[in-house]
């Protein structure tokens, strides 16, 4: 006869690590579905803002599930770039002069094709890319594609040197400096004045943007706007972005990028600059010293990062903003997110998850990209367009 307990000591033996790796898996399952998968916090002071975005976004009533197998922030911050599921889109560009001489691109997607509007009163949406990014980055193809299958318009604000545009005067562009984006919004709102416009920005798109927002107050012909991942304190996040590892992964890359934009465009900063040292800038801290404080003649790298920063400017938004951050955004620690100013605001709605890295957000065990940030984009979007403009705008209930 078999001895019960011989058996049970075979099978464990013969699969130890079959059964180690189903342990591990175990603990792994257990701690994202009770530690990782958590509804977002919304923060924000209640008024008819705040009331919409509970009617309409209906996603923010459930949990965050980020990917299963990556849902640190590493990966978070990388996967999307990989997991692209557009490639390309049809843009229709637009070349604008500027008042010092230089040039900038915007990019269309005009949906005329589609009945829902007409062309003078289409809803439209201004998009700001991230810092070396342009229309053809992931996530303003992902964005457009969704705005197309509501028949809305958008336009890509390129930033100077970027999107096909040519540097044709000492001067690119930086976190605190609105100016140009100034001048495409009142250009746009020329062209469409009977057209509702809302603005999205991404990373530093979004710092440019708030810090528009905070200088311009109610007066802007902008109906809403809407946020991703911007570091609120500049300087707290150039600190989080030169500790070990965010450095390797995200840091000296980024800086990479800023140079080679400068190595093409190099003779125009001659004289202006020295630009062999600024090439040499192995951070984006380096560079702005070397560079950006240079080009927009602030004293130093702290002078820039207090003018650019956003942790302080909250009060003085003037229209409904949504705001994106994940908890664990490498370029937005935790602790600069100001939650407590954005509970005094009737005009924020901060949206913080737990998870999400820096414009990540992927989530599904097969992500294609930023799914919870264009869910979210798609939901605030088109219910602000649908119901928001009456709802909060106009209502005075």
Same mark, same amino acid.
């Not at 690590?17 to 977002?40: D, N, S």
């Not at 976004?57 to 990917?67: D, G, K, V, Y």
């Not at 318009?153 to 100034?182: H, M, Q, W």
């Given at each position: 006869?078999?001895?019960?307990?011989?058996?049970?000591?075979q099978?464990?033996?013969?699969?130890?690590?079959?059964?180690?790796?189903?342990g591990?898996?175990?603990?792994?399952t257990?701690?994202?579905?009770?530690?990782v998968?958590?509804?977002p916090?919304?923060?924000?002071?209640d008024g008819?803002?705040?009331?919409f975005?509970?009617?309409?976004?209906?996603m923010?009533?459930?949990?965050?599930?980020?990917t299963?197998w990556c849902f640190?922030?590493?990966?978070?911050?990388?996967?999307?770039?990989?997991m692209?599921f557009?490639?390309s889109?049809?843009y229709r560009?637009?070349?604008l002069?500027?008042s010092?001489?230089?040039?900038?691109i915007?990019?269309?997607?005009?949906?005329?094709d589609?009945?829902?509007?007409?062309?003078?009163? &289409?809803p439209?949406?201004?998009v700001?890319p991230?810092?070396?990014?342009?229309?053809k980055?992931?996530?303003?193809?992902?964005?457009?594609n969704?705005?197309?299958?509501?028949?809305?318009?958008?336009?890509?604000f390129?930033?100077r040197?970027l999107?096909?545009?040519?540097?044709?005067?000492?001067?690119?562009?930086?976190?605190?400096n609105?100016?140009?984006?100034e001048?495409?919004?009142k250009?746009?709102?020329g062209?469409?004045?009977e057209?509702p416009?809302?603005?999205?920005?991404i990373?530093i798109g979004?710092?440019?943007?708030?810090?528009?927002?905070a200088?311009?107050?109610?007066?802007?012909?902008?109906?809403?706007?809407?946020?991703?991942?911007v570091?609120?304190?500049?300087m707290?996040?150039?600190?989080?972005?030169?500790?070990?590892?965010?450095?390797?992964?995200f840091? &000296?890359?980024?800086a990479?990028e800023?140079?080679?934009?400068?190595?093409?465009?190099v003779?125009?900063?001659?004289?202006?600059?020295?630009?062999?040292?600024?090439?040499?800038?192995?951070?984006?801290?380096?560079?702005?010293?070397?560079?950006?404080t240079?080009v927009?003649?602030?004293n130093?790298?702290d002078?820039?990062?207090?003018?650019?920063?956003?942790?302080?400017?909250?009060?003085?938004?003037?229209i409904?903003?949504?705001?994106?951050?994940?908890?664990?955004?490498?370029f937005?620690?935790?602790e600069?997110?100001?939650?407590?100013?954005?509970?005094e605001q009737?005009n924020i709605?901060?949206?913080?998850?737990?998870?999400?890295?820096?414009?990540?957000?992927?989530?599904?065990?097969?992500p294609?990209?930023?799914?919870y940030?264009?869910?979210?984009?798609d939901?605030?979007?088109?219910?602000?367009?649908?119901?928001?403009?009456?709802?909060?705008?106009?209502?005075?209930?």
């Amino acid at each position: 006869m078999t001895d019960p307990v011989n058996c049970v000591k075979q099978f464990f033996q013969e699969n130890t690590h079959a059964l180690a790796l189903f342990g591990v898996l175990g603990i792994y399952t257990t701690y994202y579905y009770f530690r990782v998968v958590q509804k977002p916090k919304i923060f924000g002071k209640d008024g008819k803002f705040l009331q919409f975005v509970g009617r309409h976004i209906p996603m923010l009533r459930e949990p965050f599930r980020p990917t299963f197998w990556c849902f640190i922030h590493q990966l978070q911050t990388i996967g999307p770039v990989l997991m692209k599921f557009l490639t390309s889109m049809e843009y229709r560009s637009e070349k604008l002069k500027l008042s010092d001489g230089g040039e900038i691109i915007i990019d269309w997607m005009d949906n005329n094709d589609d009945v829902k509007h007409s062309q003078s009163t &289409r809803p439209t949406v201004l998009v700001l890319p991230g810092i070396t990014g342009s229309s053809k980055s992931h996530y303003c193809l992902n964005m457009n594609n969704t705005l197309m299958k509501h028949g809305y318009r958008s336009v890509v604000f390129n930033y100077r040197g970027l999107g096909g545009a040519v540097i044709k005067t000492p001067r690119t562009y930086c976190a605190a400096n609105t100016e140009d984006l100034e001048y495409v919004i009142k250009h746009v709102q020329g062209l469409y004045p009977e057209a509702p416009i809302i603005a999205v920005g991404i990373s530093i798109g979004g710092i440019i943007l708030f810090n528009y927002l905070a200088k311009a107050g109610k007066e802007t012909p902008l109906k809403a706007a809407m946020t991703v991942s911007v570091a609120w304190n500049t300087m707290k996040s150039t600190e989080s972005l030169e500790t070990p590892v965010n450095l390797i992964l995200f840091n &000296r890359f980024l800086a990479r990028e800023l140079t080679q934009v400068l190595a093409k465009n190099v003779h125009i900063f001659e004289g202006h600059i020295d630009t062999d040292y600024a090439m040499q800038a192995q951070t984006i801290k380096e560079f702005d010293e070397r560079f950006t404080t240079k080009v927009f003649g602030y004293n130093d790298v702290d002078h820039y990062y207090n003018e650019a920063t956003l942790h302080n400017k909250v009060h003085r938004i003037g229209i409904p903003t949504l705001c994106l951050s994940a908890g664990d955004d490498p370029f937005a620690p935790l602790e600069t997110i100001p939650m407590d100013d954005a509970k005094e605001q009737s005009n924020i709605a901060l949206v913080v998850t737990s998870y999400g890295g820096h414009v990540g957000f992927t989530e599904g065990f097969f992500p294609k990209g930023n799914g919870y940030m264009l869910r979210l984009f798609d939901q605030f979007i088109h219910g602000f367009f649908q119901h928001g403009i009456k709802e909060v705008l106009m209502s005075t209930n």
